[in-house]
């Protein structure tokens, strides 16, 4: 499968710990992004990466977040303390510069009770 | 206003018929549209763009968009249940940058 990976699918977790989701991009792709969809939403902006390079950060981005994309090729991101309404489908995706199309994995879906 | 505005339905179609799913957007500078299917509890799924004005086919699909109205439509022929979804109209803020506005999505339901 060559698609975007995202791992894990479902995370429960608990008011005040923190959690980090995984996110491979496909393979030749070197922007990658991450947008969080509470329901009955599109799909939010939260922050971008060309390589490496963390070029924008949505103002949803509070200072819990934080992103990560290391060697350029996977990402991660991280939610300190998570707050009940941090629950929320986060997606990935990723897209090759110059295109305008992104591919989307299929997410990570966390519930914080 | 938001960028880009979509009903968000549901929207209930019998099978066969000709689905029309619409958004408006307001800034004038957008120049790619993108519309992406959503299954419950999946990823959004890419299913055709178009640049500028004009018609973009792809078998039972017709993505179409009119810049003087500031207004994008999907057409779905010959509608079948398993095209019943969230359909969600995109574009990106800037040029062939792929950082994605959304609509809410508007969902589809194909009965038999």
């Known amino acids: 499968d060559t698609g975007v990976s995202q791992n894990p699918r479902h995370k429960i977790t608990k008011r005040g710990q923190n959690v980090t989701f995984r996110c491979d991009p496909i393979?030749?792709?070197?922007?990658l992004y991450w947008y969080r969809q509470t329901l009955g939403q599109g799909p939010e902006f939260l922050t971008y990466?060309?390589?490496?390079?963390?070029?924008?950060k949505s103002r949803l981005l509070s200072d819990r977040f934080s992103a990560e994309r290391p060697k350029g090729s996977f990402s991660t991101l991280e939610i300190q303390r998570t707050e009940q309404g941090d629950s929320a489908m986060y997606l990935c995706?990723?897209?090759?510069?110059?295109?305008?199309?992104?591919?989307f994995g299929q997410g990570t879906r966390l519930t914080v009770v | 206003q938001k960028e880009v505005e979509q009903d968000p339905g549901p929207l209930s179609v019998p099978e066969g018929a000709i689905v029309s799913l619409n958004c408006t957007y307001s800034?004038?500078?957008?120049?790619?549209f993108m519309w992406y299917r959503q299954y419950s509890r999946k990823g959004p799924e890419l299913l055709m763009y178009?640049?500028?004005?004009g018609n973009k086919e792809d078998g039972r699909f017709t993505a179409q968009v009119d810049k003087s109205s500031k207004y994008i439509s999907l057409f779905i022929r010959d509608s079948q249940p398993s095209d019943s979804a969230t359909y969600l109209c995109?574009?990106?803020?800037?040029?062939?940058?792929?950082?994605?506005?959304f609509g809410t999505g508007t969902r589809l339901q194909v009965t038999l």
């Open positions: 995706a990723s897209s090759s510069q110059g295109a305008p199309e992104a591919f």
């Open positions: 393979s030749e792709h070197n922007r």
């Open positions: 990466f060309q390589n490496e390079a963390q070029l924008e």
């Open positions: 800034n004038s500078a957008f120049q790619y």
């Open positions: 178009t640049y500028s004005s």
């Open positions: 995109a574009t990106p803020f800037s040029g062939t940058a792929s950082k994605l506005t």
